[in-house]
């Protein structure tokens, strides 16, 4: 059973850091990765989306990086802003096409 | 656009009570979900449809009906609310499986 795990669970740097969120899967076989970000009491919103034949995506401050073979992601956020503060998702579209979601990181980026 | 809009935004149930949570996209998109987001935990499934007329059971489906009358809406019922279904409810959609699924604000309902 496929199973995403994100640590940490929260995380809190100065404004400016580059910094980087990590998501591990359990079941290499999957058909896509994808990052989210959830700000409180608000639905999701779709940051990037990885096909498992792709290394890397980016969009603008964001580059996540997928390497099936370890069963890992990683969100690499440069030079934080505090509107960055979020809850950032992630999670694997097995091969039954259903999502699979790790717990997310509460990101905080302290002015 | 509106996009993906759920109704209500909270609710406040008693035990055996029912309630209906309406999903409803301007996007025309086939596919369309429900999860529950617990804290500490991932969102899990309940119910995804794969177009209008069309059902299916996903990870947590025990305690909640679903029906996809019409494409754009997609109702999740309780008919007998219980303490463990006290969680945050999102409405999900996309064009197809494996593309990108747009999620609705949240339904956060409460049963005492």
């Known amino acids: 059973k496929q199973e995403v795990t994100q640590i940490p669970a929260a995380l809190s740097v100065p404004e400016g850091e580059n910094l980087v969120l990590n998501c591990s899967f359990t079941d290499s076989a999957i058909y896509n990765l994808q990052w989210f970000r959830q700000d409180p009491g608000k639905g999701l919103t779709s940051l990037l989306l990885i096909q498992s034949s792709q290394r890397e995506q980016t969009s603008g401050r964001l580059n996540a990086s997928l390497d099936k073979s370890s069963g890992r992601s990683t969100l690499y956020i440069a030079a934080s802003q505090p509107g960055d503060s979020a809850t950032y998702l992630c999670a694997v579209n097995d091969s039954n096409y259903q999502l699979i979601w790790g717990a997310g990181t509460k990101l905080i980026i302290k002015p | 656009n509106a996009g993906v809009t759920q109704t209500p935004k909270f609710r406040v149930l008693k035990t055996g009570q029912s309630m209906t949570l309406l999903c409803a996209q301007d996007m025309n998109h086939e596919y369309m979900y429900w999860y529950r987001q617990d804290p500490g935990m991932g969102l899990r499934l309940i119910h995804y449809?794969?177009?209008?007329?069309?059902?299916a059971k996903g990870e947590v489906p025990d305690g909640y009906n679903v029906s996809r009358l019409k494409k754009q809406n997609f109702l999740l019922g309780l008919e007998s609310a219980a303490p463990s279904q006290t969680s945050v409810y999102f409405c999900?959609?996309?064009?197809?499986?494996?593309?990108?699924?747009?999620f609705g604000p949240g339904t956060r309902l409460t049963v005492t």
């Open positions: 999900a959609s996309s064009t197809s499986t494996g593309n990108e699924q747009y």
């Open positions: 449809s794969v177009g209008e007329g069309t059902t």
